[in-house]
Each structure stands twice: as structure tokens, then as C-alpha cells.
């Protein structure tokens, strides 16, 4: 977990000793996408950033259980968010309308991270690339804490994307400009 290092809140690489470590290789390249997934299905609450680089292609699966009431906080880069939004509006429409998803943007994230109700997960990509190589998950309190401290740290600096609140996506409903 040479990526948690980098980070400027200080955790013991052995509070990850009990981690369950999904890599993408041994022939399952979408191992580490399809245990995010699983984690996803088994909370009603996620925080973290960057993680639409954990699960871009489980957008439908992910896309449902906010619309169903998972509350979804994400900060994410700006690039990625605007692609994702053009290239689904009408799923980004329906997460945002529902109320329950929050989108701030932060320019360097350093993997993806997510905060479940029980265990923390961190996703590393390939060097160079978005492609998710390994995503490490626990039940650790230490990571918790540490993951919490990391996310209120790039939270404080992130900036709100307006048109992903369910003010704006109303907005739009009502003045028929929905998104195409």
C-alpha cells in the first residue's frame, strides 16, 4: 500500500495486515472492480474519492443504490466527472435528482478511496493509466480513522459541482432543460 504513504495523514502500513487485497492479476481483470461492487451492495452509506476509477463500469449497479437512498458523497477529479456526465446524462440525472449523491471536484487525488457503514477500501491504478490494479479493503478502526482524516483533508479543499445537486437537476426538470 506504497500509495497511502504519500498521503499527508500518518498511518502504519500494519494496520492494513487484516486487509482482504483484490488484484487484477491472476487472469481476473476485474477482480478488484467486482469486490468494490460487492462492498457497495452491502452499505447504505459511501464516502471516498476518486472512485470512479474503482467502478466505472458497474455505473448501472452503483447508479441504482443511490437512487434506492444510498447516501454517496464523492470527490472527484473534474476531467472524469464531466466525461462520466456526458457520456451518461441520464443515469448522473437520476443519481443527482434523487437527492442522495454529492459531487465535489479536487484537481490531485492520489487513489480512490472508499468509506463504507463497515470496512475502508483503497483503490490503486495501473501507473499511467485508470485502470484498477489492486483494491485493498478493512474492517480496521485505525484505517478507519486514518481514511476519515484523509477524506475531511481533500473535503476541505474540493468544490461543490452545482449542477450535480438535486437543486440544479430540479432546476432543470422544472425549466425543461433536462439533460440530454
Avoid at 504513504?5 to 486487509?19: C, N, R, T
Wanted: glycine share 4%; net charge negative; aromatic share 8%.
Amino acid at each position: 500500500m506504497k500509495a497511502v504513504q504519500d498521503v499527508p495523514v500518518d498511518l502504519e502500513l500494519e494496520a492494513f495486515s487484516d486487509a482482504v487485497v483484490t488484484s487484477a492479476e491472476h487472469g481476473d481483470s476485474y477482480g478488484p472492480v467486482a469486490r468494490f461492487v460487492s462492498l457497495v451492495e452491502e452499505t447504505d452509506s459511501l464516502r471516498g474519492f476518486d472512485m470512479d476509477i474503482i467502478a466505472p463500469l458497474y455505473l448501472d449497479e452503483i447508479q441504482q443504490r443511490i437512487v434506492n437512498g444510498m447516501e454517496t458523497e464523492e470527490i472527484a477529479v473534474a476531467d472524469v466527472t464531466r466525461n462520466i456526465l456526458d457520456s451518461h446524462p441520464e443515469k448522473c440525472f437520476n443519481a443527482c435528482s434523487s437527492g442522495k449523491l454529492t459531487v465535489k471536484l479536487q484537481d490531485d487525488l492520489p487513489f480512490g478511496l472508499a468509506i463504507f457503514d463497515h470496512p475502508v477500501g483503497i483503490g490503486v491504478c495501473e501507473p499511467g493509466t485508470r485502470f484498477l490494479r489492486t483494491f485493498a479493503d478493512t474492517d480496521s478502526r485505525e484505517v478507519r480513522e486514518w481514511a476519515e482524516a484523509v477524506y475531511d483533508l481533500y473535503d476541505a479543499e474540493a468544490t461543490l459541482m452545482e449542477e450535480f445537486t438535486s437543486q440544479e437537476f430540479t432546476r432543470a426538470m422544472e425549466s425543461d432543460t433536462k439533460p440530454k
